[in-house]
C-alpha cells in the first residue's frame, strides 16, 4: 500500500489511530495528528503479567466449579463448564508460548502462503457459541493468498475478530473484507471514545465504556506486539456508539506470477 492509499484512509476514516512499528499517530476529527514513539516493551515483564491477568478468571471460576460437582451440583452442567474454561486456557496458553516465540531475538518466522478466507472462517468457528447466542450476521470477502507466519498472524486476527463479536449488538453485522491489500474488520458495535483512542493498544487499557465487559485490556495490545514484530502497518477507526473498524495492511499473493 501506498502513502497516498493511507492518506486516502486517514482522510476518509478520521478519528483514526494509525499504528506503524516505530510510532502510533492519532489523527482527531479535527486538527493535526498527535505523533507517539513506539516503546518497545519489556518482554519478560509483559508475559508474566499477561499470564497472571489472562489465567486468573478460568482458574477462579474452574475452582468453584470443581468444589460444585464434588458437591454433586448439578454434575453434568459443572463439567460442561469445567470443560468450556479448560479450553479458554488452553487457547491463551498457545497463544502465549507463540507470542514467546516471536518475542525471541533469533525468532525466524516461519513465512507461508494461505487462503485468508479459510483462515477467518477457521476462526470465526471457534467463537460460533458467541455468534450464535447474539445471533450475528457476518459478510465476508476475504478471497486471495497471503504470505505471513500462520500461527502469529493468527492470533492478531482472532484478538480483532474476538472484540467484534463481543462489542457488537445482538443480531448486528459484521463486516470482514480484503480489497486492495488492506483487510478490514468492522462492526457496529459500542465504539471507543475519541478521546480515549489514543490509548486503546497499551497493556491492560479499557475504554470507559467497556469496563463493565469482561475482559484484560490486553487484546490490541498482543495485535499490536505481534504485528510490529512483522512490521505490518495497521490502524483502528472507532466512533462512539458507531462502531469500530480496523484496518490491517497485507500483501495479497499475485497468483498470475
Known amino acids: 500500500m501506498s502513502v497516498t492509499d493511507w492518506y486516502e484512509i486517514i482522510e476518509k476514516h478520521k478519528p483514526i489511530l494509525l499504528i506503524e512499528s516505530d510510532k502510533i499517530v492519532f489523527y482527531p476529527s479535527e486538527g493535526d495528528g498527535l505523533v507517539q514513539p513506539q516503546k ?35 454434575v453434568q452442567e459443572t463439567l460442561q463448564k469445567i470443560e468450556k474454561h479448560a479450553l479458554k486456557m488452553q487457547r491463551i ?9 516471536v518475542e525471541k531475538e533469533d525468532f525466524v518466522p516461519n513465512l507461508t502462503e494461505l487462503n485468508l478466507e479459510t483462515l477467518i472462517k477457521e ?25 505471513v ?7 492478531a486476527l482472532r484478538n ?11 443480531g448486528g453485522e459484521i463486516k470482514i473484507h480484503f480489497e486492495k491489500n488492506v483487510l478490514s474488520i468492522e462492526d457496529r458495535g459500542v465504539g471507543i471514545p475519541e478521546s480515549e483512542l489514543k490509548n486503546v493498544t497499551a497493556r491492560f487499557y479499557r475504554a470507559s465504556n467497556v469496563r463493565t465487559v469482561p475482559g484484560s485490556g490486553l487484546g490490541l495490545a498482543i495485535v499490536k506486539h505481534i504485528l510490529r514484530r ?14 469500530t473498524k480496523v484496518f490491517i495492511k497485507i500483501e495479497r499473493i499475485d497468483q498470475s506470477k
Do not use: C
Open 230 to 243: 512483522f512490521n505490518i502497518v495497521w490502524a483502528i477507526h472507532s466512533k462512539l456508539n458507531q462502531g
Open 149 to 155: 507466519d500462520r500461527e502469529a498472524f493468527k492470533i
Open 93 to 101: 496458553l498457545e497463544q502465549l508460548v507463540v507470542l514467546s516465540k
Open 160 to 170: 480483532l475478530i474476538s472484540n467484534a463479536v463481543k462489542y457488537s449488538p445482538h
Open 40 to 74: 518497545l516493551t519489556d518482554t519478560k515483564t509483559f508475559f508474566v503479567s499477561a499470564v497472571s491477568h489472562e489465567l486468573f478468571t478460568p482458574v477462579t471460576a474452574i475452582i468453584g466449579l470443581v468444589q460444585m460437582a464434588k458437591d454433586g451440583i448439578y
Open 123 to 147: 476462526i470465526l468457528e471457534e467463537f460460533k457459541g458467541r455468534i450464535e447466542e447474539k445471533n450475528l450476521s457476518f459478510s465476508i470477502n476475504t478471497r486471495g493468498l497471503i504470505k
